[in-house]
């Protein structure tokens, strides 16, 4: 841990001082840089000498012709160098292995990666364009995407990466640099570009800056065509040139030269910069005295291409100075027209040899002489490495930038009473914007096809509509594609409710979304920034980019604000809170080998530390059948869990308002206890199972009569489910009735042995009567108050009793096989048969949910009481609740406690003393550890299809899980 502290600091140093100009190629032995440069320099016939000069294309997803070819440029041409373009990472090493094995001369290796190697090679994420890098305040993380990138390349023994883009970009419609460019200011251009060429350099991959002497003001693409500046040298020195300038100054080892026709360096027509000694030579080489490489662009691009045939072009490439020829057309054309040239003393036979060394030596420099072959072993994991991945994700985060907040809606705090929706144009759901908005909110998610009044007057309803505008391109062509009747659509509609717009795409596009109130630019649509910008709008994160660029007079460059953060949970990486993944990844086998033995057919699992869920997955189906999988949707039967997470929730906020005095008995609030033998138990102890009640009594099996349905109870219609048992809200009121008089009447347990009072024994009775209590006092069902005062506001939608009547289906997982009672697969009814004839709710069971919806409420009690602003209880309520009551037992009122330091109990032997939380019998479980900071949510539902399989608990799955939960903690 020390060691990585160290290195953090480094690398902060490295980023933020100034270095003394000071050529990488002279931090390492040159005498014996020279010694291998030359002796490989003397050993090549001067044909050799002359392929050192080329660099060419490869591809790794052609045919065995193309790599033939390539065999061949390597072979008999000595070529210095290969640039690859498509294909994929093992697919590339092999080849890579294939064409390094045949050379004579070890071969540069090259890649045009300006967002990593995910731009050129599949099965590989993307790294941000520089645009959206632009947007980053802190150019620390510039310098580490650049670390990251450059050990890509090491993983693929690639040594040059065509990057950074230093072009200025000062028009809004260059069809070429754009959202290549780190933005319209020449300062913020060169300080991301040093930060990005550093990271590379500082770990051995050379940079390169492009496109000399500055592509950021043309309005045609150099692919197509020689674009033309036309401003003078002083407008080029200012601003052109500034960042190059900069670059040079640190330690930039090579420059690619643009095709650019720029008349006041060089007014011969059709004379690209590539192919102008006035550029190459005289500015480049001798007035910025740039010694690095100077690489061409590439030489295929009509720039050069429409004006001059292949050959002649390389010729004059080199005439005008440039060391390396990028992508030739014609290599062994090209070779032949040189040695023409060199005979005809157009090019100077010392000069050519001092480029071949030039380029040797920077061979050496880039570890060359050694081993050069990829290691294929867990190729694509080295790459695609964890770090990596919790790294894009921290660079999309602190990128995305909130440029209006008129009306100050974000963050959303008030979820109470709201009807949210959510808006996009096409066929295309951004399906990972989506999930992310319901896990703060319950939306209505909403395709628009037709921009009619009806639309409007249905979206209007709404309090809140956030639109996804998708679709937005990095071209210039069409308004970047948006549509003015769309976003017109939006202006109205803005007009009649509240409304955010996110633009999914190019900061550009903003200039067509003038009008409109409260934008968030996210500068590229991927799944990364939708899952981002959702944590945003609920201010789990905060907003922290600005504008790189200048779209219109109302998005104007440097606008961006920095929103508030709430206390609601954010989603990101282990590492991002000092946990070990590698470690959380062990609990995946756990968990696969549990469903294999058939403890359960799936689960899910959530774990949250620091306010932050670092660890949030899914496993196997809802069945054994593998029809529908276990997605973050699935909703669970939570049992027991119904006691905390509904009962005692009401009588800690009911305790709180002073309406309800725990040390008083059943029979102060329900006088017709007084009667019986419950009237004198102290609510204390009936929600600490002490209060002498017995653990459970089968009410249901009064139901059935000679193994049928008893009709005095329960009568034969099918209810939603189509079973013929009772459906949970149609409960007569004779059986209701009835239940709650055999709960009365029901006997106490024998006192111990010379004991006054009860030990402790965990009972579901106590909490069907505290039900009763808490009803009595608030005048309404339980789940009605438990839904408005906390499920409701805590954006908890998925948790609720009887879901079948409010619309879940499909995402219900059942809970049994019932052959004994109910006939039938129990889905959406309680698995609880005590509080399925009791309808469906009781204070003991029948509440449903999702693990990330009890995260929130875990979160929002571990905060002591507050969440996202709002305060459910006072501070000193949750303690009160979730600390142990007496030495006698360990748990709370409501809440089970651990047994700690031992294997015993239901938590991890690691679990502190303040862990608070609860178990259910169909499997789950959730535990909040104030201590450490720490929610741990686990549901399933081993029940399935049969009740008695209890190998989920004699394997112990939930508490192993838990331990390597506290062991990625102690193991970062």
């Known amino acids: 841990m020390i060691k990585k502290v160290i290195w953090f600091c480094f690398s902060l140093l490295l980023v933020n001082t100034s270095l003394q100009a000071q050529k990488i190629y002279n931090k390492i032995d040159t005498e014996r840089q020279n010694q291998w440069a030359d002796s490989i320099f003397n050993a090549m016939t001067p044909d050799e000498r002359l392929g050192q000069l080329f660099m060419v294309a490869a591809y790794s997803n052609r045919n065995e012709e193309h790599y033939k070819e390539i065999d061949q440029l390597v072979t008999e041409y000595n070529v210095g160098g290969l640039i690859f373009f498509q294909g994929g990472p093992y697919r590339q090493a092999k080849l890579h292995n294939r064409y390094q094995a045949e050379a004579k001369v070890p071969l540069m290796v090259a890649m045009d990666a300006e967002w990593g190697i995910g731009m050129r090679l599949d099965s590989v994420y993307d790294f941000p364009k520089q645009m959206t890098l632009g947007a980053i305040q802190d150019d620390e993380w510039v310098y580490k995407m650049g670390e990251e990138v450059a050990n890509q390349f090491k993983a693929l023994k690639m040594h040059i990466n065509f990057a950074p883009v230093v072009d200025v970009n000062v028009n809004p419609n260059n069809p070429v640099i754009g959202y290549r460019s780190f933005g319209e200011e020449k300062y913020d251009v060169a300080e991301k570009g040093i930060a990005y060429m550093k990271g590379l350099q500082d770990n051995g991959i050379m940079a390169n800056a492009k496109h000399f002497p500055g592509h950021g003001d043309t309005s045609v693409d150099s692919h197509h065509d020689l674009p033309v500046i036309n401003h003078d040298t002083v407008r080029m020195s200012d601003t052109e040139l500034y960042p190059f300038r900069e670059l040079m100054k640190d330690s930039l080892l090579s420059v690619m030269v643009a095709h650019l026709q720029i008349p006041a360096y060089d007014n011969r027509k059709n004379t690209p910069t590539t192919l102008s000694d006035k550029v190459v030579t005289d500015l480049l080489k001798k ?68 480029r071949v060394k030039n380029v040797l030596r920077a061979k050496y420099w880039l570890g060359l002489e050694g081993n050069n072959m990829v290691n294929m072993t867990n190729l694509n994991k080295r790459i695609n490495n964890d770090y990596a991945l919790m790294l894009n994700k921290i660079l999309y985060q602190k990128a995305i930038t909130v440029v209006d907040n008129q009306d100050q809606l974000l963050p959303v705090l008030s979820l109470d009473k709201k009807k949210f929706a959510t808006v996009h144009f096409g066929e295309k759901a951004p399906e990972e914007f989506h999930r992310m908005m319901d ?29 996804a505008y998708t679709g937005i391109t990095n071209s210039p062509r069409n308004q970047h594609g948006v549509d003015d009747e769309k976003v017109e659509f939006l202006k109205r509609l803005q007009a009649k409710t509240k409304t955010i717009t996110i633009a999914f795409g190019n900061a550009y596009s903003l200039q067509y979304f003038n009008g409109l109130k409260n934008i968030i630019c996210t500068y590229e649509d991927n799944e990364l920034t939708q899952n981002i910008t959702p944590q945003i709008i609920f201010g789990a994160i905060k907003a922290e980019g600005k504008l790189p660029i200048t779209a219109s007079s109302s998005f104007k460059k440097g606008m961006g604000i920095e929103t508030l953060t709430t206390s609601r949970l954010s989603y990101g990486f282990p590492q991002e809170a000092g946990m070990s993944l590698d470690t959380l990844r062990k609990i995946d086998a756990i968990i696969e080998q549990a469903i294999k033995d058939k403890a359960t057919p799936g689960a899910q699992l959530l774990i949250a530390h620091k306010g932050k869920v670092v660890y949030e997955k ?64 102290i609510i204390r102890e009936v929600m600490t199972h002490q209060a002498g009640l017995k653990p459970y009594i089968p009410f249901w099996e009064q139901t059935v009569k000679d193994e049928s349905l008893n009709h005095t109870y329960i009568n034969d219609a099918p209810g939603p489910s189509g079973s013929p048992a009772i459906m949970e809200e149609e409960v007569p009121v004779a059986l209701a009735d009835s239940i709650w008089k055999w709960t009365l009447a029901s006997d106490l347990r024998q006192l111990p042995r010379r004991k006054q009072k009860y030990d402790y024994l965990y009972s579901d009775l106590g909490y069907t009567l505290m039900q009763r209590v808490i009803e009595t006092i608030i005048e309404e069902p339980l789940q009605d108050f438990v839904a408005r005062e906390f499920y409701a506001p805590l954006g908890m939608w998925r948790t609720t009793f009887l879901p079948l009547e409010k619309g879940f289906y499909e995402e219900i997982a059942p809970s049994e096989v019932d052959d004994y009672f109910r006939n039938t697969i129990v889905c959406g009814n309680v698995h609880d048969q005590n509080a399925s004839v009791m309808g469906g709710i009781s204070g003991h069971a029948g509440l449903f949910s999702t693990a990330s919806d009890l995260a929130v409420l875990m979160q929002m009690n571990m905060n002591m009481g507050e969440y996202a602003g709002k305060r459910y209880f006072n501070g000193w309520t949750v303690p009160i609740f979730t600390n142990a009551q007496n030495m006698e037992n360990r748990r709370g009122m409501g809440w089970d406690k651990p047994i700690t330091a031992t294997d015993e109990g239901p938590t991890s032997k690691f679990a502190s003393a303040s862990t608070f939380g609860h178990t259910g019998f169909t499997g789950a479980a959730m535990w909040a550890d104030p201590a450490n900071e720490l929610v741990f949510v686990f549901l399933c539902n081993r029940t399935y299809p049969d009740s008695e399989n209890f190998k989920l608990i004699e394997d112990n799955v939930r508490t192993r899980i838990h331990d390597l939960v506290y062991q990625s903690i102690m193991e970062p």
């Open 287 to 354: 007035d910025l005295q740039f010694d690095g490489l100077a690489f061409t662009d590439a030489m295929n691009m009509q720039g050069v291409a429409k004006y001059y045939e292949p050959g002649e072009a390389d010729v004059k490439a080199l005439q005008a100075g440039n060391d390396v020829i990028l992508f030739p057309l014609d290599v062994p054309k090209a070779i032949k027209q040189v040695k023409k040239a060199l005979k005809k003393g157009e090019l100077d036979q010392a000069d050519i040899d001092q």
């Open 618 to 681: 899914q496993y196997g189906y809802q069945t054994y059948d593998e029809k529908r999988p276990v997605t973050d949707r699935t909703i669970y039967d939570i049992a027991s869990i119904t006691k905390v997470a509904a009962t005692t929730q009401a009588v800690m906020k009911l305790y709180e308002q002073q309406r309800l005095d725990i040390n008083k008995t059943l029979g102060d609030y329900l006088p017709e206890l007084n009667a019986t033998n419950k009237g004198a138990l």
């Open 439 to 467: 896990k703060y909110a319950k939306f209505e998610h909403i395709q628009v096809d037709t921009l009619t009044d009806e639309t409007l007057d249905y979206l209007s309803n709404f309090d809140l509509v956030v639109t």
